[in-house]
């Protein structure tokens, strides 16, 4: 049982968050009347905010960039914790700067592909990029030479073209500085399955004009296409009934999950207020704490799931998760089952959404030099500043 007290201490403890979630978690703190009060200030996490130096704890999604990570306390007292030991050690390693554990992670979202029930090849938990290939060969049909039925497609998931990428490099500044190196080969490979599985560009192009308006998910029930690959957290939001008529799997290439996104909590450098700030992680840290958060949040299931992702702990998953998504009991993951978790950038979402997937979907329908991606990314660099880092 943890015991919290703060006697002569500052019983706030500012916590700034982008997760409507959070707000859910500072409530229960508050209720369980221990002493301390947490107050959530919410964020953009399109770029930190100019004040975020002065919050007690940040919990927020893909904030174990170095830069990020260089700003937060040390936190190896806590890595003999129960959760700690607990947590992937593959998500664990991503949250270590110069061997000190600067972030405690909390959950992590996936990719997943969404397909018939028929099609899920058994009782298999992941998908690899192999066996897809083959479905989409046997999938796809043509009507004088154009796609009237297409099993998949690269274009059409930004959660697929991250996981792909992500299994052919370890950094991402290095990716963004040498696009030769890791970029250019991943391109490469799949301008080939384009042409060999989508029959090449133009074709895939006219099928998604006509088509992929419609949710993937009724094209997959109307046998339009075979699969997509999405984001684990919005398939548990579809309606019952369309969940119910679908399976999923995780999209696994070289048969080692990719995380599409982390959740982690840490305590910036300037706090005011680090022991209260280390008295919510720790209490972040009880079975309890997620036991009476996940039996709230499956009220809202409609929008919420879970904490934004499954928990980064195994013994989370196993011992309260399934209990109350029961649909995920075999679908739980396990230590050695994750690639390595490429090392991201600063203000990675953005840098995702709005330099490297517009500038990847270019280079998958077209002969274009990659060479530009170096300086796209240089470019928004010097627009868009991080203000956490500024000096």
């Avoid at 703190?29 to 200030?41: D, H, L, V």
């Avoid at 130096?53 to 890595?79: G, K, W």
Wanted: glycine letters at 4%; hydrophobic letters at 40%.
């Amino acid at each position: 049982m943890l015991l919290i007290s703060c006697s002569g201490e500052n019983p706030r403890i500012l916590i700034y968050s982008d997760l409507p979630e959070a707000v859910i978690l500072a409530d229960l703190f508050n209720s369980e009347g221990n002493g301390y009060t947490a107050q959530i200030i919410n964020i953009d996490r399109s770029g930190m905010t100019e004040e975020l130096p002065e919050a007690d704890l940040v919990i927020s999604r893909d904030i174990h960039a170095p830069d990020y990570m260089n700003t937060f306390l040390n936190l190896n007292s806590l890595r003999a914790e129960e959760f700690v030991t607990s947590i992937y050690p593959e998500i664990l390693l991503s949250c270590i700067y110069n061997t000190e554990l600067k972030l405690i992670p909390l959950a992590i979202d996936l990719p997943v592909v969404l397909e018939k029930e028929s099609s899920s090849g058994g009782d298999r938990k992941f998908a690899d990029w192999d066996e897809l290939s083959l479905i989409t060969e046997d999938f796809n049909t043509f009507d004088e030479e154009a796609l009237t039925r297409a099993g998949f497609s690269p274009l059409w998931s930004d959660e697929f073209l991250t996981a792909y990428l992500s299994s052919e490099t370890s950094d991402y500044e290095t990716l963004f500085r040498s696009p030769s190196e890791e970029f250019l080969p991943a391109v490469n490979q799949l301008r080939e399955w384009i042409n060999e599985y989508n029959a090449g560009p133009e074709r895939i192009q006219a099928f998604n004009e006509k088509y992929m308006y419609i949710p993937d998910y009724r094209l997959i029930s109307g046998n339009r296409i075979a699969f997509s690959v999405r984001n684990l957290t919005e398939t548990m939001l579809l309606p019952d009934q369309v969940r119910n008529t679908l399976s999923f799997r995780y999209f696994a290439p070289g048969n080692r999950l990719q995380i599409s996104s982390l959740v982690s909590a840490g305590i910036p450098g300037n706090t005011g207020n680090r022991e209260g700030a280390l008295a919510f992680l720790q209490w972040m840290m009880n079975k309890q704490t997620w036991d009476d958060y996940y039996n709230r949040v499956i009220m809202n299931r409609d929008r919420i799931f879970a904490f934004s992702g499954i928990s980064s702990s195994l013994m989370v998953n196993e011992e309260v998760l399934i209990s109350i998504y029961p649909e995920l009991k075999n679908r739980i993951p396990y230590p050695g089952e994750f690639a390595r978790v490429p090392t991201i950038v600063s203000q990675w979402g953005k840098v995702r959404n709005e330099v490297l997937l517009p500038f990847y979907r270019r280079a998958l329908i077209s002969e274009n030099s990659i060479s530009g991606l170096s300086e796209e990314y240089e470019k928004w660099g010097l627009l868009n500043p991080e203000p956490w880092l500024s000096e």
